[in-house]
C-alpha cells in the first residue's frame, strides 16, 4: 500500500486507478484501465514508456493519461471495437485485456502522445463544492467576488456562473441555464446568500479551446465513458462556450496570480482564486510561490479568498477547504466531494 499511496509503482498505480474507477462508478472504465497491466511487458513503444515512467504514475494519473487515448479511439471513429466494453457488453478481464493490447499493437504511434501530459478532467460537476464556499464566504465577508481559476483547462469551471445549482436543495444560479448542478447532497445545506460574479477568468499553461472541434473531442475523451451524466455536461459546456467563449489566459499559475494580487480591486468586491484537482499537477516550487503570493496579499490588507477543491495525499479523499481574509486565512475544511462532482458531503455551515 505504501508504494500506491507514493505513487511509485507503476502496477500498484494502474491498479489502485481500476480500483477507484470501479468504486466511483465506472466500472467499464476499470476493465479499460486494469488492461494496461498487460501492456507493462509488452513489445510496444506505448507498454514500454508505461513501464519506466520516470515520476510518480499515481500523482501523474499516468493510467489516465493512457485511459484518455483509448476512449479517444471510440470517440473520434479510429476504431470503435472498445465500444462494448465501455456499454458492458464486453466483461471478461482477460477478453478486455486481450482487446487492449492488439489495440496497443495497431495503435501505438496514437496511443504514445497520451502520455505526454496529465488528464484535462474539466468537469463541471466541481463547481457545486466551489458554489457552495463562495455561498459560506457571502455570509462572512460578502456577496460580490471576482473570480480567478487555476489550472482551467478549458474554462469548463470558469463558466461556473452560468450554471443553475441545487446544492440540497439551496438554489443558485440562473434558473434557464441548460447546466443543471445538483449532486446528491450530504449533511445540511447551504445557507441561502446572495452571490454576485462581478468578473471570472482562469488561467492555464495549455488550455484547452472547445470551439475546436478536435480539442472538444479530446477533452471529452478524458470523460468516464458510462457516466451519461458526465459527458451530458460537458456538452452542454461546449454550447454554452459556443455562445460565450470562456475568459482564458495562457500563462504559468504563479506569473498569473502576481498578476492578479497587482490588479486593481473594486472596493467591497473580494478577490477569489479558486482551482479542483490541480494543485497536484503544479511544481513544488509553484505551490509554494502561489502560497507564499496569496498569504502575504491577505495579510497584507488585500480583500482575498482562496478555495480548494483537491486530493488529500494521504487519505485520497477530495476536499473543499477554504482561507479568506479577514478572518485570519486558516484554511477551513468544508467538506468532501466526489471527484467529478456526483456527491458533497457538507458541514461548513
Given at each position: 500500500?505504501?508504494?500506491?499511496?507514493?505513487?511509485?509503482?507503476?502496477?500498484?498505480?494502474?491498479?489502485?486507478?481500476?480500483?477507484?474507477?470501479?468504486?466511483?462508478?465506472?466500472?467499464?472504465?476499470?476493465?479499460?484501465?486494469?488492461?494496461?497491466?498487460?501492456?507493462?511487458?509488452?513489445?510496444?513503444?506505448?507498454?514500454?514508456?508505461?513501464?519506466?515512467?520516470?515520476?510518480?504514475?499515481?500523482?501523474?494519473?499516468?493510467?489516465?493519461?493512457?485511459?484518455?487515448?483509448?476512449?479517444?479511439?471510440?470517440?473520434?471513429?479510429?476504431?470503435?471495437?472498445?465500444?462494448?466494453?465501455?456499454?458492458?457488453?464486453?466483461?471478461?478481464?482477460?477478453?478486455?485485456?486481450?482487446?487492449?493490447?492488439?489495440?496497443?499493437?495497431?495503435?501505438?504511434?496514437?496511443?504514445?502522445?497520451?502520455?505526454d501530459g496529465p488528464p484535462q478532467t474539466n468537469e463541471a460537476g466541481r463547481s457545486a463544492s466551489i458554489m457552495a464556499a463562495l455561498?459560506?464566504?457571502?455570509?462572512?465577508?460578502?456577496?460580490?467576488?471576482?473570480?480567478?481559476?487555476?489550472?482551467?483547462?478549458?474554462?469548463?469551471?470558469?463558466?461556473?456562473?452560468?450554471?443553475?445549482?441545487?446544492?440540497?436543495?439551496?438554489?443558485?444560479?440562473?434558473?434557464?441555464?441548460?447546466?443543471?448542478?445538483?449532486?446528491?447532497?450530504?449533511?445540511?445545506?447551504?445557507?441561502?446568500?446572495?452571490?454576485?460574479?462581478?468578473?471570472?477568468q482562469g488561467c492555464d499553461r495549455a488550455p484547452v479551446n472547445l470551439a475546436d472541434p478536435a480539442e472538444a473531442l479530446r477533452l471529452?475523451?478524458?470523460?468516464?465513458?458510462?457516466?451519461?451524466?458526465?459527458?451530458?455536461?460537458?456538452?452542454?459546456?461546449?454550447?454554452?462556450?459556443?455562445?460565450?467563449?470562456?475568459?482564458?489566459?495562457?500563462?504559468?499559475?504563479?506569473?498569473?496570480?502576481?498578476?492578479?494580487?497587482?490588479?486593481?480591486?473594486?472596493?467591497?468586491?473580494?478577490?477569489?482564486?479558486?482551482?479542483?484537482?490541480v494543485w497536484q499537477y503544479l511544481p513544488p516550487e509553484t505551490r509554494a510561490r502561489i502560497t507564499s503570493a496569496i498569504t502575504r496579499?491577505?495579510?497584507?490588507?488585500?480583500?482575498?479568498?482562496?478555495?480548494?477543491?483537491?486530493?488529500?495525499?494521504?487519505?485520497?479523499?477530495?476536499?473543499?477547504?477554504?482561507?479568506?481574509?479577514?478572518?485570519?486565512?486558516?484554511?477551513?475544511?468544508?467538506?468532501?466531494?466526489?471527484?467529478?462532482?456526483?456527491?458533497?458531503?457538507?458541514?461548513?455551515?
Amino acid at each position: 500500500m505504501e508504494q500506491v499511496m507514493e505513487g511509485r509503482d507503476v502496477a500498484a498505480a494502474i491498479a489502485w486507478q481500476a480500483d477507484h474507477a470501479a468504486n466511483n462508478g465506472a466500472p467499464c472504465t476499470a476493465r479499460v484501465v486494469r488492461a494496461q497491466l498487460v501492456l507493462l511487458e509488452s513489445d510496444t513503444e506505448t507498454g514500454r514508456r508505461l513501464a519506466h515512467w520516470p515520476g510518480r504514475p499515481l500523482e501523474d494519473a499516468l493510467p489516465l493519461r493512457l485511459a484518455g487515448g483509448f476512449h479517444h479511439l471510440v470517440l473520434s471513429g479510429a476504431d470503435t471495437r472498445l465500444a462494448e466494453v465501455y456499454r458492458g457488453e464486453l466483461t471478461d478481464q482477460d477478453a478486455v485485456d486481450a482487446l487492449v493490447l492488439d489495440l496497443t499493437h495497431q495503435h501505438d504511434a496514437a496511443l504514445l502522445p497520451w502520455l505526454d501530459g496529465p488528464p484535462q478532467t474539466n468537469e463541471a460537476g466541481r463547481s457545486a463544492s466551489i458554489m457552495a464556499a463562495l455561498l459560506l464566504l457571502s455570509t462572512r465577508i460578502g456577496p460580490r467576488f471576482e473570480l480567478n481559476e487555476l489550472g482551467a483547462s478549458a474554462g469548463v469551471n470558469t463558466m461556473m456562473e452560468r450554471y443553475r445549482y441545487d446544492l440540497g436543495g439551496t438554489q443558485v444560479g440562473p434558473a434557464d441555464s441548460p447546466m443543471r448542478i445538483r449532486p446528491e447532497w450530504r449533511g445540511d445545506a447551504p445557507v441561502p446568500a446572495p452571490v454576485e460574479i462581478a468578473s471570472i477568468q482562469g488561467c492555464d499553461r495549455a488550455p484547452v479551446n472547445l470551439a475546436d472541434p478536435a480539442e472538444a473531442l479530446r477533452l471529452k475523451s478524458y470523460v468516464w465513458a458510462e457516466v451519461t451524466e458526465r459527458m451530458a455536461r460537458i456538452d452542454a459546456a461546449i454550447r454554452l462556450a459556443g455562445e460565450r467563449a470562456p475568459d482564458l489566459v495562457q500563462m504559468d499559475a504563479g506569473d498569473w496570480v502576481d498578476q492578479r494580487l497587482a490588479a486593481p480591486l473594486e472596493a467591497g468586491t473580494t478577490r477569489v482564486f479558486y482551482h479542483s484537482i490541480v494543485w497536484q499537477y503544479l511544481p513544488p516550487e509553484t505551490r509554494a510561490r502561489i502560497t507564499s503570493a496569496i498569504t502575504r496579499a491577505g495579510e497584507g490588507g488585500q480583500r482575498l479568498a482562496w478555495i480548494m477543491l483537491e486530493t488529500n495525499r494521504e487519505t485520497f479523499r477530495h476536499e473543499l477547504t477554504v482561507r479568506y481574509w479577514p478572518g485570519g486565512g486558516e484554511p477551513v475544511l468544508l467538506g468532501q466531494a466526489h471527484a467529478h462532482g456526483a456527491w458533497v458531503q457538507w458541514h461548513g455551515n
